[in-house]
């Protein structure tokens, strides 16, 4: 086990990551509406020791009950445009959507249309945009940060 | 009517296992496929009278889903198959869909289709009496996109496209059962150096895939140090994908008739290096979790299917092997790279979550093996090569990282009539159900992860 925690320590120092400074946080809530599993992959590995999204108050929270920030991947199929909406009615206000990937923009979609509802701004209002095919956790944290930094107060 | 079930059983008599079953032609037809052990394909049609054909799930109960898929895309009865429950379709109530379990204390837990974490959608519904699991119900299709619907009437090459959106994890797979589906349709055949380049991109898709579900055991039993090593070992392996192919997940390294992976003698031998690297951490972040004891005693004897049962449900890849059966479409797989390839089985093949994890180290260590042959030398762009023999049905069958992945592509010219993908994950699907009963709520999410099945090219 220690040579498990020296290896990730070392990793830790050649990486040189920055120290959070923002003093400020966010807790997001993703929302799978119908994507590759490409956006969850990259999504996934922000929180990985290259790049450490928690370091800056980036945290994925269980429950939309304790979340400012809806980070939804994929175009929407029909299956999943009611729990993404019950998803966005049970968060507190102040919210924000942020549509996570290409699919989520909108930008060549593929499906049918009886069964893709469309891009996420078709739902509900989008806040904040990240493209990608899919978007590299690098482009994911540098997003997000965004939204942190462009925020005074989320009013 | 009833030669199609004769037909059906005489298949799996001569010691043919099913492989997938689709409706075509709008719904007129039927069409089973068997694989034999040499690797060789049978379709097995049968004709729809008004609207109905019989079963063979009570054959091959592996059949289940295909057969409930094509009941709700095409609107047909199988005969025999009872109750014929929605997959695809979410209409109406959970009595629908759901297996009802009645008794003392006996209750119902949902979980999903939106999940805790970062994880695709689906809805679980337990049916459990205090903490133990009676019966576990899968919902998927949450992200059905009708790919294979949509893809169907544009050109062969076209379809790439939509075989690539089903799933990221397994766009390499998924991409290269597509172009073997259709170069066998039409009568190509790729030529070694297109073999070659295949393989290095589908040995690159499991390293990734392998590392990735090592980390996702790891955070299944809450051991955040393992599920951090091995996350950050799968960042490398995908930044080393972006290197040699300018994508992370390698999209646009597969196509139709040939492959656009191009690598010059510095390119293989950074390669090799890197994929050296990775292999000897690996290595070491492996030992440490064999003699991590708190990590160890959460495996064994949990999520357990036997060898039995793995092959009546239709089990494939990682999750056979760790029932003790020693099938990998890699050692019958003429079309790649391959040779003399032989599949690994963990020493304990007892089908529980441990004799599932350990495959993915061993295949590890026999994947980095590989690509240091098959990285050797350059790279060339590469074409595939008439042969003339082509026809209107194509089947390719290749193995994912999650087991084997089969395509059916029916064309008409370069058009596609029918398109079917039936992936690793849609055949172990049902498997990991079955495994979560008799076991503790609180384990499921290590069977789960286990199996570490996608979602997306499930739904498609």
Redesign the interface.
């Known amino acids: 086990m220690l040579t498990m925690l020296k290896d990730l320590r070392r990793l830790r120092r050649e990486e040189g990551l920055a120290r959070p400074h923002r003093g400020r946080s966010l807790a997001i809530r993703h929302v799978d509406a119908g994507s590759c599993n490409g956006c969850e992959h990259e999504l996934t590995l922000a929180s990985s020791p290259y790049y450490d999204l928690q370091r800056f108050g980036l945290g994925i929270v269980a429950s939309p009950r304790h979340a400012d920030v809806l980070l939804v991947t994929g175009a929407v199929t029909s299956n999943m445009r009611d729990a993404l909406l019950v998803a966005y009615n049970a968060m507190p206000e102040p919210r924000r959507v942020a549509a996570l990937g290409d699919c989520a923009l909108g930008c060549n979609l593929l499906g049918t249309g009886a069964d893709l509802v469309g891009p996420v701004e078709a739902v509900l209002p989008v806040d904040l945009r990240i493209p990608g095919c899919p978007p590299a956790p690098d482009a994911i944290a540098e997003a997000l940060l965004r939204l942190i930094d462009s925020t005074d107060t989320l009013g | 009517m009833t030669d199609y079930r004769e037909r059906v059983a005489a298949a799996l008599e001569g010691g043919l296992r099913f492989a997938g079953l689709h409706a075509s032609a709008g719904g007129a037809v039927v069409r089973a496929l068997f694989v034999a052990p040499d690797g060789s394909l049978r379709l097995e049609d049968i004709a729809v009278e008004r609207g109905a054909i019989p079963s063979i799930v009570d054959l091959a109960p592996a059949a289940a889903w295909d057969e409930r898929e094509a009941a709700d895309l095409y609107g047909l009865v199988f005969t025999g198959h009872e109750p014929l429950r929605p997959l695809v379709d ?1 209409g109406g109530g959970n009595d629908r869909w759901t297996v009802r379990v009645a008794g003392a204390d006996t209750y119902e837990i949902a979980v999903g ?2 999940h ?6 689906g809805h679980f519904r337990f049916h459990v009496v205090g903490d133990r699991i009676l019966q576990l119900d899968a919902r998927l ?7 294979e ?2 893809a169907e009437g544009g050109s062969l090459e076209e379809g790439a ?2 075989v690539a ?5 397994c766009a390499v797979t998924n991409g290269v059962a597509y172009a073997h589906a259709c170069e066998d349709a039409l009568g190509l055949e790729p030529t070694a150096e297109l073999a070659r380049a295949r393989t290095i991109l589908l040995e690159l898709e499991r390293t990734w895939s392998h590392l ?1 579900d090592i980390a996702a055991v790891c955070a299944g039993v809450g051991l955040a ?2 599920n ?2 091995f ?2 070992l ?2 490398r392996a ?1 930044r080393l994908n972006r290197e040699l192919t300018g994508h ?2 390698l ?1 646009g390294s597969v196509s139709v008739g040939g492959s656009a992976l191009e690598l010059g003698r510095d390119d293989v031998e950074a390669a090799r290096a890197e994929l050296d690297e990775l292999r000897r ?1 690996a290595a ?2 492996w ?2 979790l064999a ?2 004891s708190s990590f160890q005693d959460r495996l064994p004897d949990v999520g357990v299917v036997t060898a039995e049962d793995a092959d009546r449900l239709g089990a494939v890849g990682p999750a056979a092997r760790a029932a003790g059966r020693a099938e990998d479409v890699r050692s019958v797989s003429p079309r790649l790279a391959y040779d003399g390839f032989e599949p690994v089985v963990p020493e304990r093949p007892a089908g529980d979550v441990q004799a599932r994890l350990d495959p993915r180290a061993l295949e590890l260590w026999q994947s980095f093996e590989l690509l240091d042959g098959l990285l050797a030398r350059p790279v060339a762009l590469a074409a595939a090569t008439p042969t003339g023999r082509g026809r209107e049905i194509g089947v390719g069958r290749v193995e994912s990282p999650r087991g084997a992945t089969c395509c059916v592509v029916e064309r008409d010219g370069d058009r596609i009539e029918r398109l079917r993908l039936r992936t690793g994950s849609y055949a172990n699907w049902p498997v990991v159900a079955f495994a979560a009963a008799d076991n503790l709520l609180p384990d499921f999410p290590l069977i789960n992860k286990s199996f570490e099945l ?4 499930a739904d498609r």
């Open positions: 979410h289709p939106i805790a974490g970062v994880i695709e959608s299709f949450y992200k059905h996109r009708g790919l619907r949509a496209a939509y959106r089903a799933c990221a994890a990735n140090a393992g951090n090593l996350a950050a799968t960042e995908r992370r997940f999209f951490r070491s972040g030992r440490e003699f991590n996608c979602y997306a090219c």
